[in-house]
């Protein structure tokens, strides 16, 4: 494929995005390889997440259920999909310790496509703790629609005053209602989500936070293991890159040169 | 066979072949690709559609059980579920080859019960934020008093009196949104962005564990 070809079928303004992408997976199998060479990068903490452990140990030592939520969300098949997907992978840890320390486990979600798979991920997190009989379908609570949902977390959370509270995935108007309620009983609040509009409150209502990226993260940091960590390290490397472009492009563009938003919109 | 098509190999195949495709097709106008990933799309719609049903038989698995056990303080909600479910998919089947569903037993409760009252509950909203604001705006750190004093000036900002107070309240209301708020949720955005491609990479390689064994037998 010679360069000129290349730029006939490139589509105009996605050139950049190209390249940031090509890095990506460059920075992404450079820290596979520094793991398997036995030298993993190192990835910073993320309280929200250690804290998952400590939440749960308070709901056994209370003897109170733990009530976990993905918010609204959105269909799997929809722009919040990976939100959705991220957040039962981090359901999945929460049920494992639930089921690891007997502690009764509540979750309360809106979205008809993710049933099956919300059914399959507790019911293996229970098998994997050698404990399927303790799994029931009916901790699954499923609201059709995001009013409804609200209301029944609100129910959930006076009636059975859960002791840990998580709520981890495409949240909306919802977070700062459930999350003020959780406080109001006295919960634990773990909460996150990559929709920048709630973080305000998300953060004005939760006791640890997930900011962003980090709900993507959550599986590879939470599983300790040096390899799955390794694929994530590559993103704070290109966090470096991206602010090392945005430093060059603030110095060179009042100078005249135009090098970096030319490149910006190839 | 059926062990064979659960083996997590299969599905990061699949799941390698049309991030792939579909990344192609973003980023080169290929004709044919662009076909296939459309293609691929709409196939995704049709099994979300299915996963609707399915999800419909899970629920409906435990709400006859709560029937069937007169699950005490729950039964008689099941039976309101089932009906809500069943009588709106029973009236609208008639009229399922039109574009849009109008019978009334289909549309009425939708317009008149379920939005009204989702609409009271969303006006519930002012007060929860009101209480957690209370607590966020506790002047306890440096940070606190900052969060504080830029929250006090971009309500005064957007309420009439701002301006009576300090005509320049409004300016500074505008600079803290738009300079101050704007880059630092842009920054979120983009980081957001990239955890999503690297949380793909990672399920396409199936370096994600807890994805790619979904249904495979393992957690």
Known sequence: ?266 | MSSVLRRPEIFMFIAGVVMGLTLFGYFFNVPQVIDLVTWFQTFATHVSFFAVWLGFLTAARIHIYNIQRRTPGVWYFSIVMFLSCLIPFLAALPEIAKPSIETPIYTWPFNWVYTPLGAALYATTGFYIFSAAYRAFRARSLEATILLVAGCLVMLGNAPIGEVIWNQIPTINDWLQMTGQTPGMRALNITAALGIVYFGLRVAIGAEKRVTTFGAGGG
């Not at chain 1, 939520?69 to 990976?82: D, N, R, V, Y």
């Open chain 1, 1 to 266: 494929m010679n360069t000129l070809y290349l730029e006939q079928i490139l589509f105009a303004g996605r050139g950049s995005s190209l390249v940031v992408l090509i890095l990506l997976v460059v920075f992404f199998f450079i820290g596979l390889r520094l793991a398997k060479m036995g030298r993993p990068p190192k990835m910073r903490r993320l309280p929200a997440m250690d804290a998952i452990d400590e939440a749960i140990g308070r709901a056994a030592e209370m003897g109170k259920p733990a009530l976990y939520t993905p918010g609204i969300t959105g269909s799997l098949a929809s722009e919040q999909g990976p939100q959705m997907v991220a957040s039962i992978t981090i359901l999945s840890y929460v049920a494992e310790g639930c089921a690891r320390y007997d502690v009764p486990l509540i979750v309360d979600f809106a979205q008809g496509d993710a049933i099956p798979l919300m059914d399959e991920t507790l019911r293996l997190a229970y098998l994997k703790q050698g404990k399927p009989e303790k799994y029931d379908p009916k901790m699954l609570n499923y609201f059709p629609g995001q009013s409804p949902m609200v209301t029944g977390i609100l129910g959930h959370l006076q009636r059975l005053r859960p002791a840990a509270f998580f709520m981890i995935g495409g949240l909306y108007y919802e977070s700062v209602v459930i999350g003020e309620a959780a406080n109001f009983v006295g919960a634990m609040t773990i909460g996150g989500t990559a929709n920048t509009h709630q973080l305000p409150f998300i953060i004005a209502v939760c006791d640890y936070v997930l900011i962003g990226e980090e709900i993507y993260a959550a599986s590879a940091y939470l599983s300790k293991d040096p390899y799955q960590i390794a694929t994530i390290a590559g993103e704070d490397w290109i966090k470096f890159v991206l602010m090392a472009l945005l430093l060059l492009g603030f110095i060179l563009e009042p100078l005249g040169i135009k090098y970096i938003s030319s490149f910006l919109r190839w």
